[in-house]
């Protein structure tokens, strides 16, 4: 993987489309499933669970977009602006996993802080990535 900024091939077009339909209708049967829970039993309506379930519900909605957007858009390739954007997301969402694993007590804050380290080394690959296609365009 040498360079991110192309055009998806027929075979990444399929598998994004398959994969997306799929994370699409799970987290929508997740969400569905939690909602009904929680309206026979209101002692479930923890913080913890609604931020979970907010989480969730804009995840499936994320992916029903992309599901779409896959579907009925036109291929465009990613603006260089929008790759770093999305490689310092990853990059703080890798350092608020860090951070949270150290601070907060529960049973696997080895897990959580390696999937942190991978995530801001996925995120300035990303930042590295868009840079170096913004030089050679420019």
């Known amino acids: 993987m040498t360079n991110i900024n192309r055009l998806p091939t027929k075979s990444e077009t399929f598998f994004g489309a398959i994969f997306s339909v799929l994370l699409s209708c799970g987290l929508g049967y997740v969400v569905w499933y939690l909602l009904r829970t929680a309206s026979g039993r209101?002692?479930?309506?923890?913080?913890?669970?609604?931020?979970v379930l907010a989480v969730l519900s804009i995840i499936f909605a994320w992916?029903?977009?992309?599901?779409?957007?896959?579907?009925?858009?036109?291929?465009k390739l990613p603006g260089f602006r929008g790759q770093a954007v999305m490689g310092y997301f990853m990059a703080t969402a890798g350092l608020v996993l860090c951070l949270g694993s150290m601070l907060i007590s529960n049973q696997r804050p080895a897990l959580y802080f390696s999937q942190g380290v991978c995530a801001i080394g996925l995120g300035l690959f990303w930042v590295a990535q868009a840079r170096k296609a913004a030089r050679r365009r420019a």
Not at 43 to 48: I, S
Not at 63 to 75: D, E, H, K, M, V
């Open 42 to 51: 209101p002692e479930l309506l923890t913080p913890g669970t609604i931020s």
């Open 63 to 75: 992916s029903s977009a992309l599901f779409l957007r896959i579907l009925f858009g036109s291929p």
